[in-house]
């Protein structure tokens, strides 16, 4: 992963692979958290009451340093590391797949339940859009009116930064967000202007 950024899916997509009468249901959608993965679950097995198993991966993050897979009863390594392994293929983070499975009575082993889980993961993953995060911090400036200029021209130096909030009464005070990796560019981008005054508050 970048140090500004990170990729996710932009929204709900989906995979249907059917294998000897079974059929796999994936769904890959944004998710940051246990809590919403639960939530998700919860939600498809109201939509899927006479489903078997509810499979999942997930990658949480902006590092992709949390994991997290689990087979819902299936054979142990079949279902959920197959699926993660495409979340994970895919270079994508903050991410779940849950693979709902209708099982019809033919056995697939081993090797048939790894490629079927990994499929329906790959097909709803395939034509999910991929979206860019960008980890931001946001820093704060007080400056007097005399120094408006010279700010100014100083931010439009910072690549990205954005105005979040602004404040002109007595003093003038700027919230700005900038990319991560800028921060302490930013805090010395003044140090020549004596009556401006700038911290890091995230």
């Known amino acids: 992963m970048e ?3 990170y990729y996710t899916i932009a929204g709900i ?21 246990e809590e919403e993965l639960k939530s998700a679950i919860q939600d498809l097995k109201k939509e899927h009451p006479s489903a078997r198993h509810f499979c999942f991966g997930a990658v949480f993050g902006a590092d992709a340093s949390e994991q997290r897979a689990n087979d819902d009863g299936e054979p142990s390594g079949t279902a959920g590391l197959p ?15 849950v693979v709902v499975r209708y099982f019809v009575g033919t056995k697939l082993g081993k090797p048939g339940l790894i490629q079927a889980y990994k499929e329906g993961a790959r097909l709803a993953l395939e034509d999910s859009k991929k979206k860019k995060i960008w980890l931001t911090e946001k820093i704060w400036i007080r400056f007097g009116y005399d120094d408006t200029g010279n700010v100014m021209r100083a931010i439009e130096q910072l690549p990205m930064a954005k105005i979040l909030e602004q404040n002109f009464l007595q003093s003038c005070e700027l ?15 003044f140090d020549h202007l004596q009556h401006v005054s700038v911290k890091h508050i995230s």
């Open 3 to 5: 140090d500004d950024f």
């Open 175 to 189: 919230t700005l967000s900038i990319p991560k990796s800028n921060v302490d560019n930013a805090l010395h981008l």
């Open 13 to 33: 997509n989906h995979g249907d692979y059917r294998e000897r009468g079974s059929k796999f249901l994936a769904t890959a959608f944004p998710c940051s958290s």
């Open 83 to 97: 699926i993660l392994n495409q979340i994970l293929s895919a270079e994508i983070t903050n991410t779940a797949v």
